[in-house]
């Protein structure tokens, strides 16, 4: 009495012809960013900067099951994040928190008001430190009209 209409697929089906035809399986994209949240406010917070990162085209998670610091921490290490930032209610309140480059693992304050703006400026600066021009190091800032370090 009710139309329809179906269709299924079977994964494992579409996987081992892939496999057969030795296709290659793209690597799952690693995020830009990690947000450790703890805390409210926090949440709150880590859920704006994530979806303002994101409209920019950043790819950044966040914890939903309020686990430990650790437990994030370890889970952002595992997703092989480039960045990661701890914010709790303290820093939301204060309007700054501490980013850290999970590869080299240095670490710089950051503005909560001006992250997605920050956080450009610091990823390019990381990504743009050891280009040389004229056997001169790269000055990001100097196409701006900013000194990064001053800011930081």
Excluded: H, W
């Excluded at 040389?132 to 900013?146: M, P, Q, V």
């Amino acid at each position: 009495k009710t139309p329809s209409l179906g269709f299924g697929l079977g994964l494992e089906r579409l996987q081992l012809v892939m496999e057969a035809q030795n296709c290659e399986f793209p690597e799952p994209a690693k995020p830009d960013l990690f947000i450790v949240a703890l805390g409210e406010k926090a949440q709150l917070k880590a859920v704006e900067i994530a979806g303002d990162m994101r409209g920019e085209g950043f790819t950044v998670l966040y914890d939903l099951n309020a686990r430990s610091v650790r437990a994030q921490m370890k889970y952002a290490d595992k997703m092989n994040a480039t960045f990661n930032v701890v914010i709790g209610d303290n820093e939301v309140d204060e309007g700054k928190a501490t980013l850290k480059n999970m590869q080299s693992g240095e670490s710089c304050d950051i503005s909560l008001t001006t992250f997605v703006n920050d956080f450009y400026r610091i990823s390019m600066d990381e990504q743009l430190k050891d280009l040389e021009i004229n056997g001169e190091a790269f000055d990001f800032g100097s196409l701006f009209g900013t000194d990064i370090s001053e800011e930081e």
